[in-house]
């Protein structure tokens, strides 16, 4: 009864349901699992940004002791993978698009076998031209990188509302800005792994850490020419993902190996891990872009006209470039209201590494230019940043660059301002504005002084689901089991854990559906065998979609148990309403069935000596819509506002002419725990969402989203310099503020 207690209604913090095990290391990862008389599995990649591959020969690899087997191209029946297209090669054939594409697969008795089997391998390139700027790929006459893509355009994007030319003739203020966003690697703590086996059906099963355990299932079914129902996708603990695992990684090649050693009469499971090196080579990064923009506004603030123009690298496949650019281009004009708006979007295909989902799906990037663009027009117009968005922020009603409004009731842009800027005792005057604080210097500091404090404000808006008119839904089961009343339930859903606390939020809103104590709700998570079809653990959308689906099928097993069925079993899908894809002239469009709110305060002190940035104070304000569980949300902010600290500061992920230089965390700098800041004060903000469940809007996004530009504007608070190009790293900082020569990438 104490802890029925301590479990009640959703609005509380439980503690996370997996928490237990983790901090006393019983939660077993893919790299933890092993079966007996398993065999290892190591990789050989193309370590070429672009080749054709005139001769591979296996021979001596296969004549190696312990080597069982050496799968080539040739060993899959259908060569293709992709979540947007079937673009990319599950092993490269004749041509390699880039360093990390696979060659051969070896497997062995043993890893250390497997990865000395690799070094025989034979295999002679014919180089072939590299295309590694976007900005060059796409000229005319440039060599075409893939056949699917003609000049290499993978996706134009183009947005028309009004009349731009003359919204710049009527503008009294006009600012034009160049910005770049890099790369960065999703740096999670589990390196890619996993195990497959036949399962006493016969299934090919891969037990691995992912995202979407359906298309994972899909992809894997599509390559070896099986229907779905034999394959099975597990997952175990997923050590992060932050979308770095939506896209295949193992996946597929465990799958492929394990199903053609049955065929040879080898019925053995296969393993394979990653070394931090082959994960930050092998898997998809941000996508880097560039951004142009010029906005125009009248004298008073109200903003008249944008034109932006976004080139995004691809890398060589589709992986989820469309979806990201769209985003991109929605959010390139902010979170503001447009009379006149002119957007055009590239994605590139490049031989660099591919590009795909990372928390914010191209809303980073297309924030970063819009908040440059907002405040550099705040500072042209002397006006208070706050009060600049608090005149020209989205409301009710108001037509978005698409032409559509944003859905779902109140759109809390003021109101998240608002709580920001007050919670961070946020003060302006006509010509000036800082942070009120009695310890700490007022307004801009001196660059003459070594340490200079500065204070920044950025907000945006964040779609929640998929978007453009992919289909979306989300499934889940449950079963009631008791006499005269209900002694325990069963949830069973797909829907991935990847550290964000997710099977926790699912449980307390079964509890909740249900009328139940947490406790005795039981979870079946994350087996294609079990639960049907949850989608991918993105796009900030798990606890929305979710929600719906367990109110679904909790209404229906309770009307079940009341006819008195026993067990009580109900499946229910939820269907969220339609969204549209881009108008083909207009980029007309109802994108998304949801949006969160969120705006950042934050403070910096810069060395103006050495050029290091702390980023001292983080006042950050989400409308999440009904917070499920406070705590876990808290944590969503705190981790987004480090990882986004990583992305606008310290991550310097270089490559050169496709090879990446910083493959180890001992030259591709993560935060450590001295940059947390030593303050991040969450503000949760409850405003309805009218398609939530229990009025929820997902968040996990928002956070990191609005962090870089929020410190570029407080830096140039701080030394009177505007930096356009991310991270901040010492070096560039420094430069610029001594005036030293530094080219950027814009």
């Known amino acids: ?124 390139y014919e180089d072939l031209p590299a295309l590694t700027d976007p900005r060059e790929a796409m000229k005319v006459g440039a060599p075409v990188i893939h056949p699917h893509y003609a000049n290499n355009v993978l996706k134009h994007v183009p947005i028309r509302k009004g009349d731009v030319e003359r919204g710049f003739a009527e503008s009294d203020v006009i600012v034009e800005g160049a910005y770049y966003t890099p790369m960065q690697e999703h740096a999670y703590l589990q390196p890619e792994a996993g ?74 499971p296969v393993k394979t891990i990653w070394s931090r090196e082959e994960s930050i080579l092998g898997h998809h990064k941000r996508h880097q872009m560039w951004i142009r923009a010029k906005w125009g506004a009248k004298r008073d603030g109200r903003l008249l006209a944008a034109e932006v123009e976004v080139i995004a ?5 589709a992986y989820t470039s469309t979806k990201v650019l769209g985003n991109a281009a929605v959010t390139c004009t902010g979170p503001y209201f447009w009379p006149h708006a002119r957007v055009d979007a ?65 759109v809390a842009l003021p109101q998240v301002v608002q709580v920001c800027a007050r919670a961070a005792g946020w003060k302006a005057t006509s010509t000036e504005r ?65 550290g964000q606390g997710g099977h926790t939020v699912f449980m ?13 709700i039981e979870l079946v998570a994350s087996d294609t065998a079990t639960s049907g079809d949850f989608g991918s653990a993105s796009a900030s959308r798990s606890t929305f979609f979710a929600g719906n689906a367990i109110r679904g099928t909790a209404a229906a097993a309770l009307q079940k148990w009341r006819d008195e069925e026993r067990p009580a079993i109900a499946i229910y899908r939820y269907q969220p309403p339609a969204t549209e894809n881009f108008d083909a002239a207009t980029g007309r469009a109802r994108p998304n069935i949801a949006y969160g709110y969120v705006a950042q305060v934050v403070e910096v002190e810069v060395d103006t000596e050495t050029g290091q940035i702390r980023l001292k104070r983080v006042w950050c304000a ?49 935060p450590g725990v001295l940059d947390v800041p030593e303050r991040i004060e969450s503000l949760i903000l409850e405003f309805p969402d009218s398609e939530g469940p229990w009025g929820a809007r997902g968040m996990a996004e928002m956070p990191f989203i609005p962090l870089a530009p929020a410190i570029t504007a407080a830096v140039h608070d701080a030394t009177g310099v505007w930096f356009d190009e991310l991270p901040l790293t010492p070096w560039k900082v420094w430069e610029r503020l001594h005036e030293r020569s530094y080219t950027p990438h814009s």
Not at 227 to 246: C, K, L, T
Not at 639 to 646: I, M, P, S
Not at 653 to 668: A, E, I, M, Q, W
Request: glycine share 10%; proline share 5%.
């Open 1 to 124: 009864m104490a802890r029925e207690k301590l479990l009640g209604p959703l609005g509380e913090s439980h503690a996370r349901v997996d928490a237990p095990d983790k901090v006393t290391g019983a939660t077993r990862y893919p790299g933890d699992i092993a079966l007996p008389g398993q065999l290892w599995m190591k990789t050989l990649y193309a370590h070429r940004a672009h080749a054709r591959i005139k001769r591979l020969d296996v021979a001596r690899a296969e004549q190696t002791e312990g080597v069982v087997k050496v799968f080539t191209a040739r060993d899959v029946p259908i060569n293709e993978f992709g979540l947007i297209a079937f673009d990319a090669p599950v092993l490269a054939g004749d041509v390699v698009r880039w360093i990390g594409e696979k060659v051969a697969l070896v497997v062995a008795e043993t890893e250390q076998q497997a990865r000395q089997a690799l070094d025989l391998i034979e295999v002679e």
């Open 434 to 498: 800082h942070v009120a604080d009695e310890n700490l210097p007022q307004g801009s500091t001196s660059t003459r002084q070594p340490l200079a404090t500065g204070y920044g404000f950025a907000c945006a808006f964040k779609n929640i689901g998929f978007s453009f008119g992919f289909p979306e839904g989300a499934s889940a089961a449950i079963e009631l089991h008791g006499g005269t009343r209900v002694e325990r339930a069963v949830l069973k859903i797909a829907g991935a854990e990847v």
């Open 195 to 268: 195990l497959a086996y036949l399962d006493e059906e016969g299934r090919v099963t891969v037990q691995v850490a992912g995202q979407w355990t359906h298309e994972d299932q899909h992809q894997i079914a599509h390559a070896l020419g099986l229907p779905d129902e034999r394959v099975r996708v597990i997952y175990p603990a997923i050590g992060g993902a932050f979308g770095g695992r939506e896209d295949m990684s193992v996946q597929i090649i465990l799958a492929l190996a394990v199903w053609r050693l049955d065929q040879m009469g080898i019925h053995r």
């Open 346 to 410: 590239y994605a590139v295909v490049t031989n660099n590494i591919p590009a795909g989902a990372f928390r914010g799906f191209g809303a980073p990037q297309g924030h970063f230019a819009a908040e440059q663009q907002m405040n550099k027009l705040a500072k042209r117009l002397g006006m208070d940043p706050v009060e600049l968005r608090l005149k020209n922020v989205l409301r009710e009603g108001a037509l978005t660059t698409t032409q559509t409004p944003l859905p779902g009731g109140v």
């Open 508 to 520: 307390q809103m079964a509890a909740e559906a249900l009328g139940l104590p947490l406790a005795q």
């Open 622 to 670: 989400d409308d999440v819509g009904k917070a499920i569980n406070p705590q876990l949300i808290e944590g969503q902010i705190e981790g987004g506002v480090v990882q986004a600290l990583g992305y606008a500061i310290t991550e310097n992920f270089v490559t050169r002419d496709g090879h990446v230089l910083t493959p180890y965390f001992s030259n591709y700098l993560i």
């Open 313 to 317: 690298d691809a890398g060589p496949y």
